[in-house]
T-cell receptor
Framework: DTAVSQTPKYLVTQMGNDKSIKCEQN?????MYWYKQDSKKFLKIMFS???????INETVPNRFSPKSPDKAHLNLHINSLELGDSAVYFC?????????FGQGTRLTVV | SQELEQSPQSLIVQEGKNLTINCTSS?????LYWYKQKYGEGLIFLMM?????EEKSHEKITAKLDEKKQQSSLHITASQPSHAGIYLC????????????FGKGTLLTVNP
């Protein structure tokens, strides 16, 4: 069973569109995250939720909005997509000192 | 803010050779994590170090955290093509909110 699963794995879309990436974890963890990995492979945290509450919100455009309907899900919605949003987005969940990552969603904005 | 420097940025070795990847922090580390990323896959957790001087091994991979808890090294013995990928170190600087900050990664290529 996949511990942290993201969908879709690949997403190609046009500028200006609105898209969502879904993330689910079956580990029973309280905390979930979204990370962005840019073209230079630099991973940067975007958001963190603990028990459906936002606890970390780094400097990210307002076009990005995380939504956590329950503890096992943290979805990322992006409005008015821009070329610079092209990247790989990773979801993760953690308990105590270990974090587990999804396989990533490669977003390409054309 | 926490900053992590990884070196080298990329590394090409012949199969069977040993190699070392370094990770240096600008601040004292609360926890240091090593992950491996293969193309098209997520980040695979390798190991976590918390105590100064700690050393952990998993198969042919050994990671150490120095006494001052500001530098870690990842050593692979007798490398194999299956070791190829991007190795990332991540740091937890402590505090009430758990948050990992990553280095830029080291791309490892192992030639048969």
């Amino acid at each position: 069973d996949t511990a942290v699963s993201q969908t879709p794995k690949y997403l190609v879309t046009q500028m200006g569109n609105d898209k969502s990436i879904k993330c689910e974890q079956n580990l029973g963890h309280d905390t979930m995250y979204w990370y962005k990995q840019d073209s230079k492979k630099f991973l940067k945290i975007m958001f963190s939720y603990n028990n459906k509450e936002l606890i970390i919100n780094e400097t990210v455009p307002n076009r990005f909005s995380p939504k956590s309907p329950d503890k096992a899900h943290l979805n990322l919605h992006i409005n008015s997509l821009e070329l610079g949003d092209s990247a790989v987005y990773f979801c993760a969940s953690s308990v105590s000192t270990e974090a587990f990552f999804g396989q990533g969603t490669r977003l390409t904005v054309v | 803010s926490q900053e992590l420097e990884q070196s080298p940025q990329s590394l090409i070795v012949q199969e069977g050779k040993n190699l070392t990847i370094n990770c240096t922090s600008s601040k004292t580390l609360y926890g240091l994590y090593w992950y491996k990323q293969k193309y098209g896959e997520g980040l695979i957790f390798l190991m976590m170090l918390q105590k100064g001087g700690e050393e952990k091994s998993h198969e042919k991979i050994t990671a150490k955290l120095d006494e001052k808890k500001q530098q870690s090294s990842l050593h692979i013995t007798a490398s194999q093509p299956s070791h190829a990928g991007i190795y990332l170190c991540g740091a937890d600087s402590g505090g009430s909110n758990y948050k990992l900050t990553f280095g830029k990664g080291t791309l490892l290529t192992v030639n048969p």
